[in-house]
């Protein structure tokens, strides 16, 4: 079973130039007066690389609507981080004012736990992109075509525990602290790795279940 060609056909410019707009009116939105502005800004300038980088890619390689989706959604997703700190994202406190019942009561949690959350969805959001990435400057075959997308997940997650910790440690005190926002468990790197892996690994199977990763004819 394949894809349907219209779920895999890139989108195009103009959608993904409003696709654009939307973030970047949500981004500065939340970039108005964040918890913490020193984390703020070292929160965001991978975000401001990569969106620089964005029209060069674009031209060489535009996406398809799933790519775009979850590229967009986690865009989000970072950004309310980067606005409260991912320790104090105050996602709790929502659902008991809008929904009458605690997130962390219902599950157990004894920690905020909105950092976990994005790590998981780096690896199940962004894993369309890594396919169609793969498929476009070194297609793999058979098997591989599950594995790899899985493993580059895999390597972003380790490349950015390790810039993180770089940062920290450049930065340290309250900065540094908020940054790596560990919450005082000493796997946190180990478990935010492990989640983004999880996360890319039900991504696969889910485009592999709908087709979408058989090669293209």
């Not at 991912?86 to 909105?114: C, I, K, M, W």
């Not at 180990?190 to 996360?199: F, W």
């Amino acid at each position: 079973m394949s894809a349907p060609a219209s779920v895999r056909r890139p989108v195009p410019t103009r959608h993904a130039l409003a696709l654009l707009a939307a973030y970047a009116a949500i981004w500065t939105a939340l970039a108005i007066n964040p918890s913490y502005r020193e984390d703020w800004a070292l929160e965001n300038v991978l975000v401001v690389a990569a969106v620089a980088l964005l029209p060069v890619l674009w031209r060489r390689m535009p996406l398809a609507w799933p790519s775009c989706i979850g590229l967009f959604v986690f865009g989000v997703l970072h950004a309310i981080g980067a606005h409260y700190t991912y320790a104090e994202v105050p996602y709790d406190a929502f659902f008991l004012d809008h929904f009458g019942f605690s997130v962390d009561a219902l599950f157990g949690f004894q920690r905020n736990t909105y950092d976990r959350l994005v790590h998981f969805g780096y690896g199940l959001l962004l894993a369309p992109a890594c396919v169609e990435l793969l498929d476009r400057v070194a297609p793999p075959r058979g098997a591989w075509r599950y594995v790899l997308p899985v493993s580059f997940v895999m390597s972003h997650a380790l490349l950015f525990e390790i810039f993180e910790w770089l940062a920290a440690s450049m930065f340290g005190g309250d900065l540094g602290q908020a940054y790596l926002g560990t919450q005082g468990d000493e796997w946190d790197a180990q478990k935010d790795m492990l989640l983004a892996t999880l996360g890319a690994a039900l991504s696969v199977t889910a485009l592999g279940l709908a087709g979408w990763l058989s090669p293209r004819r």
